[in-house]
Each structure stands twice: as structure tokens, then as C-alpha cells.
């Protein structure tokens, strides 16, 4: 957009992958890094309207594997709006066949899914499962509206949204197996893991990463506890204590019913170790199967930046888990 206002024009107007750094120079030709939904970062130039790519760091990498792409799909809620998602197909899809589904939730609440390359899926993908991700509710990058009306209401629309996207795609895309639905996410997707499993028994399996159970503990507990909590559930828990426990999944875990595995960092401050043993335990107490798999020396970022030997153990427990109920 000029500076001094008019009309938006797409620079770089490819919606196939994501831009993740920049930067321009005096002359107008801008230097980018390219995340592609089957590519690694790689670095790209555009100058006098014509682009190209400068690396391909990881061509050998891709040469000896079979990376899936994605296909985007949306719906219209049951509120009116537009929710985006994607899936992914398996290596080998035969049509005809039944495939096992596993609904992938961001975390945030405010980040988003898009066009770029997710290496769980990837290797979820890999099983011979169906992956599946959306944006609901709450979701960043569309408007303000969409992502500022989640605090103080969390399990309501975006809840609504991620059942109507199971829905939409069990619907449309007739080659997933109704009866072999698996979910997981971490941080806010482990929170909306915990409140599927404690809402509905239509899940065959799941998996939550950190997570939140229990909105009261996590305002003393958490290193954005009192910002956080505050801002989210609108209000503080020694005043609006129902409040935070309406919004607690730990306050339905008698609900439960789908076997769900529970995996840690010992050393996440932001969820705190406390929220798995809560949820756990509860689990544990009421004969729900479940198992806790705890990483030391981990923070928030296990699945991004913890150890290689640790982030290969949390992706096989996770496929240990699934594959022993999509049988």
C-alpha cells in the first residue's frame, strides 16, 4: 500500500506457501524466506516483477522422502462465519479404502494454521492416517472480530467449530473412518483436546501436549498466569471463580470416556506440570486409559525446539498411542 494510502497490492501473491522474514532493499528488490507446505525455508529475490530462489538447502532431504501435500477446504458455521481447513492424504491413498483421521488444534488461542510445511503431520501422515486441520474460532489472521471474541468464552464457538469441521469432512471426504477419529494439539490445542474428550465420545483417541485443565491453579501457577487468566477468562477466579471452573475441562473430566495420552515438559512454566497431574489423576481415578510421559529438562517448546533424542520420543508415543486404537 503507498504511504500515503490507496489501493492493497499483493507483492508476493503466491498463496501456496508462507512468508516467514523479509526485507527490501532502497532499490526495490526484496529478499524472502519461503516456507513452502512440502518445503523447508529456503531464500527467495524478487526484483523488476520476476522471482526466483536463491537456495535449495534441502533438496537431497526431499529427494529420499515422500512429503504430502495438503488440500483446503472451508464451511460456514452454525454462527455464520467462514472456518478454513486443510487435509492431508496419506502416502498411498487408494480410493475406496478407510482411512483413520487425526484433527490437528493450534495453539495460541490466536495463532493459525496455513500454507506451510508441518513436519508432525508430515510423519502422522506417514501412519497411514488422514490429518486434518482447521482454524476456528479465536483463530489469528482474519479479523478482529473472529480472534477477540474468544476470551471469557472458550468452548463455546470454537468448540462448535471444530465438531462441525469433523462433521463437514466426514461428509465431503467419505474415505475417513467415522469410528476411527483421533485428536491432539498443544497449549490451546491441548486445552480444546481436553474439552472434546470431557464434552463428547465421538473421539476414538487422543493426545494433549501441554495443556490447560484447570483455570484456577493455572492463575498461580503459570509464568503468564495473572495476565493471562485475567485476560482470557475476564475476570479474576477469587471474584469469578465459577467463571474459571465452568471453563475448566478438569470440572467435566467425569465425562470422559476416551482413552487419552498425556505428555509433559517437567520444566513448562507457561503449563505448568501441575495441569497434567491434575487431569491425570482424575482420568487415572475414574478408569479412563490413560498414561502420563513426562520429558525433563523440557519447556513449552518440546515439540519445536527441545532435544532431537526427546522430540523423536514425543512423535512415537504419539504414534504408539493412536495406532493401538485405530486398529
Known amino acids: 500500500m503507498p504511504s500515503g494510502g490507496g489501493e492493497v497490492e499483493p507483492v508476493l501473491g503466491d498463496v501456496d506457501h508462507s ?21 523447508p525455508i529456503e531464500l527467495w529475490v524478487k526484483a523488476d516483477d520476476e522471482t526466483r530462489q536463491i537456495t535449495d538447502f534441502n533438496r537431497r532431504w526431499k529427494a529420499g522422502l ?10 460456514r458455521s452454525s454462527a455464520g462465519h467462514t472456518v478454513e481447513g486443510w487435509l492431508m492424504r496419506p502416502p498411498g491413498f487408494r480410493e475406496g479404502a478407510k482411512y483413520p483421521m487425526v484433527l490437528e488444534i493450534h495453539g495460541g488461542p490466536r495463532g493459525a494454521y496455513g500454507y506451510s510445511l508441518m513436519h508432525e503431520f508430515q510423519v502422522l501422515a506417514a501412519q497411514g492416517w488422514v490429518v486434518v486441520y482447521v482454524n476456528p474460532f479465536g483463530s489469528g489472521g482474519y479479523n478482529e472480530d473472529y480472534q477477540a471474541g474468544l476470551p471469557g468464552h472458550y468452548g463455546e464457538q470454537d468448540y462448535a467449530d471444530l465438531m462441525e469441521a469433523v462433521d463437514h469432512i466426514l461428509e465431503r471426504f467419505p474415505f475417513i473412518d467415522p469410528g476411527r477419529l483421533g485428536v491432539t494439539g498443544g497449549s490451546y490445542g491441548g486445552y480444546m483436546t481436553n474439552w472434546i474428550v470431557t464434552h463428547t465420545d465421538r473421539v476414538k483417541a487422543a493426545v494433549t501436549p501441554p495443556r490447560i485443565s484447570n483455570w484456577v491453579s493455572m492463575f498461580g501457577c503459570s509464568d503468564i498466569g495473572w495476565t493471562f487468566g485475567r485476560w482470557e477468562m475476564d475476570g479474576l477466579p477469587w471474584v469469578d471463580e465459577e467463571k474459571y471452573l465452568a471453563k475448566s475441562p478438569l ?46 529438562g523440557e519447556n513449552h517448546d518440546l515439540s519445536r525446539s527441545g532435544k532431537p533424542k526427546h522430540r523423536e520420543q514425543r512423535l512415537n508415543h504419539i504414534i504408539r498411542w493412536f495406532r493401538g486404537y485405530f486398529k
Open 66 to 75: 515422500n512429503l504430502r501435500s495438503h488440500e483446503r477446504f472451508e464451511f
Open 251 to 296: 470440572r467435566y473430566v467425569g465425562n470422559a470416556r476416551t482413552p487419552t495420552l498425556i505428555i509433559h515438559a517437567e520444566e513448562d512454566y507457561r503449563c505448568p506440570m501441575e495441569q497434567a497431574e491434575q487431569f491425570f489423576t482424575a482420568l487415572k481415578f475414574l478408569g479412563v486409559p490413560t498414561e502420563l510421559v513426562r520429558f525433563p
Open 19 to 39: 512468508v516467514e522474514a523479509w526485507s527490501m532493499s532502497q532499490g526495490g528488490v526484496i529478499a524472502y524466506t519461503v516456507l513452502g507446505t512440502t518445503s
